[in-house]
């Protein structure tokens, strides 16, 4: 018995360190090389050009005397208004790791800089495990090999098979890949316990 749950255990150690390089969302850095600043960033452009996924990681850049980084309500950030935070980052470089769908909303706290621009607004997407692949197209047989012939039965047109394709599955972006990751590396973990 005790060599049973050593060889049960060692396994579950091998298979969550090898599917732990592959698990991880994207890691988004605010602002790019600007980072989180009040001046040259258009944070509601930079934030429409990607996607957010539970998962992801923003990573905020910053001169922590000037600046820092606010989690807000939806209404505190129409206002901006820094004054009743979710959560506050001060160190200059703070990574917050995106854990829930839905919209998130950051400012800068300092005075006027949420007024200048200094506010990003996300949509965090749930994590997907990426596109389901399309079944394998199976030949469709026409209606014309019932037992009433038609003129065109035997014509080349009407005897062949004929297929039926399915949508083409998208391409998995790299979030949704090492999200993949965890099915497959947990799946066997399953099989263990059924």
């Known amino acids: 018995m005790a060599s049973i749950k050593r060889v049960f255990f060692t396994s579950l150690l091998i298979l969550v360190a090898l599917c ?20 040259g960033v258009d944070y509601e452009a930079w934030a429409s050009s990607r996607t957010f996924q539970v998962g992801d990681s923003l990573v905020f850049n910053y001169n922590k005397d000037f600046h820092d980084v606010t989690e807000v309500t939806h209404n505190d950030f129409n206002l901006c208004d820094p ?13 917050v790791t995106l854990t829930k769908p839905g919209l998130q909303h950051f400012i800068c706290g300092f005075p006027s800089h949420c007024d200048l621009g200094q506010k990003l607004q996300i949509h965090v997407l749930p994590a997907s495990l990426g596109p389901v692949a399309a079944p394998v197209p199976k030949p469709v047989r026409s209606p014309s090999s019932s037992s009433s012939p ?18 083409s599955p998208a ?24």
Not at 151 to 164: D, E, H, M, V
Not at 171 to 194: D, E, N, Q, R, Y
């Open 83 to 95: 004054s009743k935070p979710i959560t506050r980052y001060e160190t200059g470089s703070d990574t």
């Open 171 to 194: 391409p998995l972006s790299a979030a949704s890949k090492s999200s993949a990751w965890i099915g497959l590396c947990f799946l066997p973990l399953l099989s263990l316990f059924i």
């Open 150 to 167: 038609s003129p065109l039965a035997n014509s080349p047109a009407t005897s062949a098979p004929q297929y039926q394709m399915g949508p």
């Open 20 to 39: 732990g390089v592959a698990i991880g969302g994207t890691v988004h850095k605010v602002g790019d090389s600007n980072g989180w600043t009040m001046m």
